[in-house]
């Protein structure tokens, strides 16, 4: 099952419900997959003993499930496989918003946010589909072209699964908000645009002679699956 195929909304609950600004909230599954498809990073954030933390990491969408990957002893792997309330977000900065005053510069973004709990996952080959999309998120077809994984290293990683049933997305675009009074203030207002960009590649010392120089191209293909 993909976006396209999943129920089209997802419910508002207490805890979704956007309620600063809630024009700005996204419920449509389709939005908020293509939000999470676009992200390198997720934070995760989880509570022990009352004492918070917000963990930085690399994940990939499946479907309606979000992956998460690391070492078995890892106080998050640990955490999450206990069945701790987690809460997963992403965020695209897509410009700087320069108003006429300092209270109304903002930034364009799109954000989501994915409650629940995660579930350690044990099966053999879900585990595998999870690492290579893990792998395809940061690079398409990159699984493909790699040295086949080793059961050794799949038993050695462990992979979560948290199901996307109770999320939303907040997008702010367009010009400064700002007041009338202000509008012939002399200075320069409007959107400065941010974009994400790949630079050139760097070979590896050991890359063997002869072999086709990555395309950096390839990376405009990420979220479009």
């Known amino acids: 099952m993909d976006a396209a195929t999943s129920s089209s909304m997802l419910p508002v609950t207490d805890r979704t419900r956007v309620r600063r600004l809630p024009a700005r909230g996204v419920f449509d599954r389709a939005a908020i997959y293509a939000i999470l498809d676009e992200a390198f990073v997720c934070h995760v954030a989880f509570a022990v003993d009352g004492q918070p933390y917000a963990m930085p990491t690399g994940f990939a969408r499946l479907d309606d499930a979000l992956y998460l990957h690391g070492a078995a002893a890892s106080r998050m792997v640990r955490q999450l ?53 893990f792998t395809n998120h940061v690079v398409p077809g990159r699984w493909d072209e790699l040295r086949p994984i080793t059961d050794q290293e799949i038993k050695g990683t462990a992979v979560l699964a948290l199901p996307i049933e109770e999320a939303s997305a907040k997008v702010r675009t367009g010009p400064p908000l700002d007041d009338a009074d202000d509008l012939q203030w002399p200075v320069w207002a409007g959107v400065v645009p941010l974009s994400t960009a790949a630079g050139d590649p760097l070979p590896d010392v050991h890359v063997l002679p002869g072999l086709t120089p990555f395309d950096r191209e390839r990376l405009r293909q990420r979220g479009r699956a």
């Not at 409650?115 to 999870?130: I, N, P, S, Y």
């Open 81 to 133: 496989a206990a069945g701790v309330d987690v809460c997963v977000t992403v965020t695209l900065v897509d410009g700087l918003v320069l108003a006429r005053s300092a209270f109304h510069h903002s930034v364009n973004y799109r954000s989501a946010v994915v409650l629940g709990r995660a579930r350690l996952v044990t099966d053999v080959e879900e585990k595998r589909a999870a690492l290579r999309q």
